[in-house]
């Protein structure tokens, strides 16, 4: 989970500031080099939206997939959920590694 800060600072605005400049220039000056890349990422996005006949599962519909159904376990699982499987053991402290003496301890 990322923290994003609760308030722009001075840099950042700075940062904003001339990247809305530089992307508004450079859409000035040439925009032929900004109509491709969005006609193909629009293409895209309507495909996708949008998918023609033949790519298309079946006639449209969803009438050739079938559907998994739940096992005998997975039932069985559901109606014994007032069970518990295994008794609750409390943790038990292993001690750790024995001290040597002839081992120097930072090493």
Do not use: C
């Not at 992307?23 to 996708?48: R, T």
């Not at 376990?73 to 024995?98: D, L, N």
């Amino acid at each position: 989970m990322s923290r994003m800060p609760n308030r722009w600072n001075v840099w950042s605005i700075g940062l904003l500031a001339l990247l809305v400049i530089g992307l508004v220039y450079s859409i000035i000056s040439s925009p032929s080099a900004f109509i491709i890349p969005i006609a193909v990422l629009g293409g895209i996005f309507l495909l996708y939206k949008y998918p023609p006949s033949f790519l298309r599962s079946g006639n449209g519909s969803q009438q050739g997939r079938t559907h998994a159904k739940p096992g005998r376990t997975a039932a069985a699982a559901k109606t014994k959920t007032g069970k518990t499987r295994s008794k609750t053991v409390p943790f038990r402290v292993i001690e750790g590694g024995k001290e040597d003496d002839d081992l120097p301890k930072y090493h």
